[in-house]
């Protein structure tokens, strides 16, 4: 039994909300429980200079939390001059996962900046933002399809993510922080609409873990991206 | 005429939102039309090392704005290494003016600490953050006042702040993004809900002012601190 | 009584020398009693990015203190990495002071970056280096109409500015260290030549302060100011 | 066929050879292949704030290029005055998987650093630096027993790491960095002696992959990393 | 024949300026010919924690140029962020050259701060700042003495420095900024007033020199710092 | 006696080592007993702005010491985010150093950058970082001369380095990490083939030194540079 009552298989309530920045060519707000992060798209016409003038474009992402979206303040990374490793550890993770799905080429020679920004958390921040990212990212596609500057398909799949772990001997999904604070292993899973890995994330926090143990942690986050993709459809539907 | 129908002492559509934050002591989400700030009060005991052991606490707060929060991203300041003057200039008006209504001995040696992060912007963020952040800050002393912390009144008046400026030759109340840019001058007002000035600061961007002109803002600014303090006394009430 | 024997309404001793740099195309040292700035005013054939191909000029201005113009030496920014945010709200302060009254299509697609270094720090030196820099950008622009770079009228007024405050209840002007330190209300005033506003910034450091109060204030600074600009007139002559 | 003719479950040449270092506790200059990473594992008598006082101890990792370890000298990131996001992922990766295998009860209140030094980057470096970073732990707690300074046993397993990918469709070990360019998938796990997971990492670099592809992949990593732990044993023995 | 008509032997003016901080517990402005240094020394109750409890004090020196004090203005490095290589081992140099003639148990527990700050350069601002140190060093002292802080005597000797350089094939001493971009060899001399080397720096900026040339330049720099030392002895009297 | 037992103008064991990076265009481990320095040569079709278009190249330095070279392990200067002002004062030593021995002309428009990364430090890392970087650059030049990128003379003559000091009154060369620790004077020189000087740098650590003892050292380094360059003959022979 998990702490919170939970199914072992059973993920928070997640929801997407669509639109809710003013000016973001596209945004989402996701919230995984109390997990709550704003995911904007913004384009640019521009790309990094190694990518001038070959006709590709470019996804990338930042990721921030807000100082007291955790249970104690944490310290503003703008005024600590500088961000951490976690957080750049994470945004590249993000960046990687989107630009897994993008047909750069497809997309023309501009960049769409994907902001995270963690407003509430509660556990798997990246995981959420991964996912709300991709309904910020296609709403920022479609908005590029109604002005004229794409034709043909430019995401070529969904992409979803979550956290799995062995909490308590048990493999679980979707850990919360007090989960996350007391589990054997973490790992974040990364997988496409038709359901291929992008991204494999597993870490002993105590004990080592076996090959049948991890196994039983895909086997969770496959069936739980699965139904997150299914969100992600009747969302941008 | 202002250009989205305004009269010219009518501020934008105002809201103050409680308990927005699952951890903070106190939080705020407040609206001044389309800007958007979420203010959030952490408590600490601690003070900084110049107040150590002298009995007195301290009231600091931080601003940021998330990259997407602009018609244009703007970089993030956790990225590029520090924060810009701009941002400086603002969290060090908004924590003296959360300090000139603060009983710093009745708090007791600890700090309280007001985030104020622009979710979206469309001018008078800085004003806006300062009449939420009183609310933030008054939920916080609620808390400690409810843990047995503090005893006598520490929040000793209310403050909340309002910008106006000369637009189209006109003194004005509350300017959105489109009037500050276009704005001769640009002032912002706080003021005590006993009517006392907390800061004054006042900006020809164009052609510089008569006397006549600033006491016009002045005019305007006391009419409308006087109902955004209704307001706050009527959300925590 | 002041505790160093002036009227309310008495500025200290205050001088304008021009010509102290071997090198600027236009320098002044400021006092104020014992406030010392040393201005220099340097010729740049290049503007910011954002006025590139305008024929738009740009004035702006950094503000330093030497570590030891205080009774207790104070870092060196150098040394520390980085600007204070106080430094940084003086340097920006009087870059908007100069820009006022600078006529920036006529001073041509150049910049004149405005150095103010604190030689020595007795209170008011924000206001010193506005009145000093006014005195090295003129004697800047004199250089460049010598050598036939400008030909209209590039500065189109005076600026100088002076502080005032209450002190022990009563509005006095030129406030010196001593009497900063004890203020319960400290305002910068910069005013143009004509006797127009070009900043007004007022701060309550410990009760607030009334509008009567504050009118005092800029009675005070009116007449301080239009002083400041009889002498800046006798200089340049 | 691989391009320089190793068959596809086929490391290159490893080799671990310690006591390269004439000052730290424990060092092991381990290449693989044209991959060669110096590591120094120094004994200090401290441990981070948030450990003070709990008897236990500490491991963290360090990890650094040479400008020209590289086919293309890269900044130096002194000179740079800072480490990159894929520098600080890694050296938290080496820190983890050490920190894995060691009692931290037993090591006592103190902290060893293990800084892992790239001299030839060929691919592979952090599983390289992981591998060897275990034997210059071995060596420097060996160094503690001689003192006196730990009795039990600290090191409770080994810990190794490979890489593994998917490059021209195939599943191979140990990517060399012509391999590493071009693989589709690319993946490093970290295990422990007894054949345990410490970490895992897969990132699709280009086509997403299968679950089948993933477990071809630690299949081979299996195998790879128990022939390094016994390189590990015969090194220490 | 040098450019300014000076004989190969010849220094520039030289003037030693006592007393000109209000604030510093000792000050000095030096100018060689235009290049002019304030010199300030302030003591501080407080030794680096590598020295704490040992009873021994410290000397230490910061140095700056004002950003106009160069025919170019030069980057502000307080607004940079860092100061350069070069103001680094100027101040470094600066230090060493003081400690040499201080007896730092008779100063006992505390450290003085000695800040030079270039307000015009004109060549050879280390070797004023040093000779303009000594005096500001040496009030600083005699303060201490006046407050019973001292007893003995802590300045063992005097300390002056003089640069000397091949210019134009002939030995020179104190070379101006156009002489020191031009020169083949440059070298900086310190030397105590009973005539000892304290630090030696010689450079070839062209072809390498011989030992004879070297020696001409130390002949030359013992006869200018023995006329250093002797308006030391004048301006301190 | 000196505490290694060797003669006061015996230098350590010295090594020269070619060809140890694969990738470096020129590449030369240096020893000088127990201080170890990797140096290697990389060639950038590119110069630093100020020379652009004028037909001369650049050769220019960076070092660094690996965070265990030395007996105590020393903070990574990556990590503490800058360069201290030693390991920049030592850059721009070394560099300088290299640059008077080569025709920038004969190069043409091209950089060299020279990494001399301290492996092992005992003492006299600077002077063996020189004499192993002219080998490096030596080889970085053969290397151009294959490529048919230079044709005649870029390197015009040898250069190397030595320490030498005053320890316990007696004039010795090339001191290890102890006598450096306690010696009055420690100085290093640097030299070209023929003899002649191009860097001298002498302190005073404890009491000032005299002439007589300065020309001691000199001696003492002409001789034993002269050697160091008959060891470079034989390393590139």
Not at 95 to 102: D, F, M, P, T
Not at 176 to 204: H, I, P, R, W
């Amino acid at each position: 039994m998990r702490h919170d009552g939970r199914a072992s298989d059973e993920m928070r309530a997640v929801s997407l909300e669509r639109g809710v920045s003013r000016y973001a060519e596209g945004s989402c707000l996701v919230k995984f429980g109390n997990t709550h992060v704003l995911c904007t798209a913004s384009l640019e016409e521009r790309v990094p200079p190694w990518l001038r003038g070959g006709g590709e474009g470019w996804v990338t992402a930042e990721y921030g939390m807000l100082p007291r979206a955790t249970k104690e303040r944490m310290r503003r990374e703008a005024s600590a001059g500088k961000q951490s490793g976690r957080t750049q550890e994470i945004q590249r993770l993000i960046g990687r996962s989107l630009r897994a799905i993008v047909d750069r080429r497809a997309l023309g020679e501009r960049q769409i900046s994907v902001d995270c920004d963690v407003l509430q958390a509660d556990g798997g921040t990246r995981t959420a933002a991964i996912t709300g990212a991709w309904v910020a990212l296609s709403d920022c596609i479609g908005y590029m399809r109604d002005a004229g500057m794409v034709t043909g398909p430019v995401l070529v799949d969904h992409v979803a993510a979550i956290s799995c772990g062995i909490v308590g001997s048990a493999p679980v999904i979707d850990l919360d922080y007090v989960e996350d604070s007391s589990a054997e292993t973490d790992a974040n899973f990364v997988m496409t609409g038709s359901g291929k890995l992008v991204e494999v994330q597993g870490t002993a926090e105590g004990e080592p873990f076996t090959r049948d143990e991890f196994n039983a942690l895909i086997d969770l986050a496959s069936d739980g991206i699965a139904r997150l993709v299914d969100l992600q459809k009747l969302t941008v539907a």
